[in-house]
């Protein structure tokens, strides 16, 4: 199984033009944990009342086809992003409990799978729609700048952001540190 993904770092002020970004192109944004199977939950990730750091991206026409697993630890479902026709955001941002590290956002999907022993692909226009939002995602808002990102990309907010705190990023590279 051979995921694609890309990693970034958004600026917090960057949040409402990405949702915008995400919405134009078709997205509904639906919360990765639900009490009921079957039933998405959208999510305004802007609000972000419950403090939800990982959605899923589908398309409209995807919603019935999402696959539901039981956790039973937190007696709830989850939406399996391996079998689904959906994308994870992870929003990254500044969590709840420090607002001096700001954490890295990611774009994730699994175009095929196994079961068993069948190797399973999803189907070719979800894999299409989920290549343009990685595309055009990373020419509407990504850079790279090697005098702070080695391999990750951000945004010009971002950017901005860390030259302005003089933020640090993490050994393992999946935060930056305000000093």
């Avoid at 409990?97 to 990611?106: G, I, Q, T, V």
């Avoid at 189907?123 to 990373?138: P, R, S």
């Amino acid at each position: 199984m051979r995921s694609k993904q890309v990693n970034f770092f958004l600026a917090p002020e960057d949040l409402a033009d990405v949702i915008k970004f995400l919405t134009d192109k078709g997205c509904e944004v639906i919360k990765t944990k639900t009490r009921n199977a079957g039933q998405p939950v959208y999510y305004d990730v802007e609000e972000n009342l419950d403090f939800v750091f990982q959605v899923c991206l589908c398309r409209p026409e995807y919603l019935e086809t999402l696959i539901f697993t039981y956790l039973d630890t937190r007696q709830e479902y989850s939406i399996d992003t391996t079998k689904s026709n959906a994308i994870e955001f992870s929003i990254g941002g500044f969590y709840p409990y420090s607002d001096k590290e700001l954490h890295r956002s990611r774009l994730y999907f699994v175009p095929r799978y196994y079961e068993g022993d069948g190797l399973f692909q999803k189907d070719e226009e979800f894999l299409f729609w989920a290549d343009n939002i990685f595309k055009a995602f990373k020419k509407a808002f990504l850079v790279k700048d090697k005098s702070i990102l080695t391999d990750i990309y951000g945004t010009k907010n971002f950017i901005n952001w860390v030259n302005k705190t003089r933020a640090t990023m993490t050994v393992d590279g999946s935060k930056f540190i305000i000093p």
